[in-house]
């Protein structure tokens, strides 16, 4: 059986009642948020969730940021995925996806220097997800990433080797 979703994606709160109204009027089966537009707002949040509880639509999953990248915003990037784990959970959302999205490195040695870290924060995340409830699903992109081949993104899976770490494909 084929399940239809929609991914909202948006940058204005209006667009997304607009999505979620499109969603159910489709008939489709769940519907995904991505969070870098959507407002944080407890009211606005709930206001969301009862729109698609009232339409029968789930919300699959959220749409999180990158866990990759300069050692200087790494509490940064570890605070918002904390903050991404605690809205999915809120609204509901079996899973966050998350990315490896950093420039890749010309030479072994600087991948390696942005490699631990990255495992290090998806281990923790993966940890305080599972205190929520939350999966965290981790999705591939070939545009100079550190998940652009299916080589990377089992290496990543093997080290994390976490029960709610798994893989989404792009």
Known sequence: MIKLGWLARATAAEIF???????????????DFHLSGMPRDPAFLTRIKAMCG????????????????????RRERRNQGRADID????????MLRVFARHKWPDSVEEQEV??????????????YATEK?????????DNGSFCMTA???????REVDRENFTFLWD
Do not use: C, K
């Open 17 to 31: 009642d607009e999505h979620v109204n499109f969603a159910i009027a489709a008939g489709l089966d769940v519907i």
């Open 54 to 73: 009232r339409g029968g639509l789930p919300i699959g999953y959220m749409g999180g940021g990158s866990f990759v990248g300069p050692a200087e915003a």
């Open 87 to 94: 809205l999915t959970a809120f609204m509901g959302a079996q």
């Open 114 to 127: 942005f490699w631990g870290p990255m495992i290090e924060d998806f281990i923790s995340l993966s940890e």
């Open 133 to 141: 409830g939350v999966i965290l699903g981790l999705q591939n992109h």
């Open 151 to 157: 080589e990377q993104a089992l290496r990543i899976l």
